[in-house]
């Protein structure tokens, strides 16, 4: 049966997104709405009054917001309600009253925005050499730290290699440069079957108390913290398996550069300088990569901007250049490997246990 929205929700749908981000804002109220059991109609009749849910109503072109046409933005609550209730499906949700997780909640949350405005504003970092995939390693550790509500996760380099569409080998070397600018530390070694820990927090920020007086401060309201974890989480989450494909593999593939400055667009039409601004590249450097991704296919470009199209045409573009399937075989010879390491640290432990007085038989595999 349909449930009242959450607080959050509520809150989102009475907000004045036009003024802010409304992509985000809607989301809060769908991922809401979808938790509470609402339907699409429901979410439909309120689509034109809603302040909350602007982004239905309306597109960003540049400063201001122009009206979307009816057909486009019954098809923009669609599929972005598609996206909500496979979310709210799929994702692990908190089950029970912890007074704690609010509060540990929007303290990561601070974390990983306080990253992520830093890297923004790298201009340049990025999109040179390692840079492309540094900013996906980055980005990976900051969902996973979202997901663990700790800012220190354990990440083998596997893992984070497919999480990142990208090779192990370029993903140690990417947390080694990353270690070496002062983006994250590592806080512990791998050790046998466990992976090395990383934290992207490396100055133990969360926890530093405020050395100013907080007695005249607003304070945020209950669930705050939990609602701005969950946007960035959904927002982390979708830019990295957007840029994760097989046609931004290496080449023939069109480059991680070319993977992360997809991930950064949308159906609503962009403008060259918006796009180089969050990728932290020169406009023709920018210009380079979405004329790249329009002749792919991939991109739509007209007078508005650079946009996506309706259908995701990435995989048809990585079959036509014979690299589709790439990243589900590297995913299965990582498997492999897996496999392999943990039969040999099986068999490493069994070599060296003490031995027995009576005869035993040697483990089979596993």
Same mark, same amino acid.
């Given at each position: 049966?349909?449930?009242p929205l959450p607080r959050v929700s509520a809150a989102a749908l009475d907000e004045a997104a036009a ?9 809060? /109220? &769908?991922?809401?709405? %979808? ?5 699409? =109609? #429901?979410?439909?009749? $309120? !689509?034109?009054? @809603? ?91 900051? /969902? &996973?730290?979202?997901? %663990? ?5 354990? =990440? #083998?380099?596997?893992? $984070? !290699?497919?999480? @990142? ?45 405020p050395t100013d007086s907080r007695s005249q401060a607003v304070p945020r309201p209950a669930g705050a ?142």
């Amino acid at each position: 049966p349909r449930r009242p929205l959450p607080r959050v929700s509520a809150a989102a749908l009475d907000e004045a997104a036009a003024s802010g981000d409304a992509s985000a804002v809607l989301w809060r /109220v &769908l991922i809401g709405a %979808a938790a509470a059991r609402w339907r699409h =109609a #429901d979410i439909a009749a $309120l !689509a034109d009054t @809603a302040p909350g849910l602007e982004h239905v109503r309306t597109y960003r072109d540049r400063s201001t917001r122009r009206p979307r046409g009816r057909g486009e933005a019954a098809s923009v609550l669609a599929r972005q309600w598609d996206k909500a209730v496979k979310y709210v499906a799929s994702a692990d949700r908190q089950i029970g009253d912890d007074p704690t997780f609010d509060a540990r909640a929007d303290a990561i949350a601070a974390r990983v925005r306080a990253v992520q405005t830093r890297a923004d504003a790298a201009a340049g970092r990025w999109t040179r050499g390692g840079g492309p995939a540094d900013r996906r390693v980055l980005d990976v550790l900051c /969902v &996973l730290a979202l997901q %663990a509500v700790s800012a220190a996760v354990e =990440a #083998d380099t596997r893992r $984070l !290699a497919l999480l @990142a569409g990208i090779g192990r080998e370029t993903a140690r070397t990417a947390l080694l440069r990353l270690a070496e600018d002062g983006w994250i530390t590592q806080t512990r070694p791998a050790d046998g079957p466990h992976g090395a820990h990383w934290t992207i927090d490396p100055h133990g920020l969360i926890h530093t108390p405020p050395t100013d007086s907080r007695s005249q401060a607003v304070p945020r309201p209950a669930g705050a913290g939990a609602a701005e974890r969950t946007s960035l989480l959904a927002t982390l989450t979708a830019r990295i398996t957007d840029a994760a494909h097989d046609l931004f593999s290496l080449s023939p593939g069109l480059g991680h550069l070319a993977g992360n400055t997809y991930s950064r667009t949308s159906t609503d039409p962009q403008q060259l300088d918006d796009v180089a601004r969050c990728i932290g590249a020169s406009p023709a450097q920018a210009r380079w990569l979405l004329d790249r991704l329009t002749e792919a296919g991939v991109l739509i470009h007209d007078r508005r901007g650079w946009r996506r199209p309706a259908h995701d045409r990435r995989t048809a573009a990585a079959r036509s250049l014979g690299i589709d399937g790439r990243l589900a075989e590297r995913a299965e010879r990582y498997r492999i490997e897996r496999e392999l390491w943990a039969w040999w640290q099986a068999e490493e432990a069994w070599m060296n246990a003490p031995k027995r007085t009576a005869p035993t038989r040697r483990p089979g595999r596993g």
